[in-house]
């Protein structure tokens, strides 16, 4: 089975703040993909970034990071310099491969930016 | 638009109707799933097509719950005999087969039983 836990329900913030969004993942697949996406107020996710189980490579992409972390299943997101348009509610997710084209989503958690 | 669109953006029945939602993937995208978000809550899989391939309806709740997808293109999910438990915002996405995971969503339809 796969799991995805998102501990932080909701999280707010001080415009310019670095802010981390924690993603932990369960699944017995030795071949996985993991996911972010970005669900603003309009309601249409966005795919943010896809990771695959043999890239540990932690990856930058402009004031987003993520670090991926096999050893302890985490695969969390980084917005440094935080703006108020960052604030959304923020989807990890999961797609092992015995779990066919299915992602399996954490249950998010609400970033509010606030000026 | 090029986007995927999702209709009609807000429903409200009463408990006992059935309902359908309409997906109107982007075109060229061979995957379409249907997920649907309660309050509050993560995304929960309904149901799957690829292709010509057989759909993956292992997430439908129950019975009550069916989709197809006409022609490799739009697809409709259908929800007979509503329950206040199925009110939730109920999310299209497609992909192509060729990039794994990276789904396009439409906005959702927002369903709301009384």
């Known amino acids: 089975a796969q799991k995805v836990t998102q501990a932080q329900t909701e999280i707010s913030v001080v415009e310019k703040e670095d802010v981390t969004l924690d993603c932990v993942y369960e699944?017995?697949?030795?071949?996985?993909?993991l996911f972010w996406y970005k669900q603003p107020p309009s309601g249409e996710l966005v795919f943010l970034i896809r990771?695959?189980?043999?890239?540990?490579q932690n990856e930058i992409s402009g004031r987003y990071s993520w670090n991926f972390q096999k050893s302890t299943s985490s695969f969390n997101f980084t917005i440094t310099a935080s703006q108020v348009v960052d604030s959304a509610v923020y989807f990890c997710?999961?797609?092992?491969?015995?779990?066919?084209?299915?992602?399996?989503f954490g249950e998010g958690t609400q970033l509010t930016v606030n000026p | 638009g090029a986007g995927v669109s999702q209709s009609p953006s807000n429903k409200v029945t009463e408990k006992g109707k059935d309902v359908e939602l309409r997906c109107d993937p982007i075109s060229g995208h061979t995957a379409l799933y249907w997920y649907r978000q309660s309050l509050g809550q993560g995304l929960e899989f309904l149901i799957y097509f690829q292709g010509n391939s057989a759909p993956d309806k292992s997430g439908l709740p129950s019975d009550r719950f069916s989709a197809e997808r006409t022609g490799g293109s739009v697809s409709t999910l259908t929800i007979q005999r509503t329950q206040q438990e199925d009110s939730a915002v109920y999310l299209c996405a497609s992909s192509t087969s060729l990039t794994t995971g990276e789904l396009f969503f439409g906005e959702g339809s927002r369903l709301t039983v009384l």
């Open positions: 997710a999961l797609k092992g491969e015995t779990s066919g084209s299915r992602l399996t």
């Open positions: 699944t017995r697949d030795t071949t996985y993909y």
């Open positions: 990771r695959n189980s043999f890239d540990e």
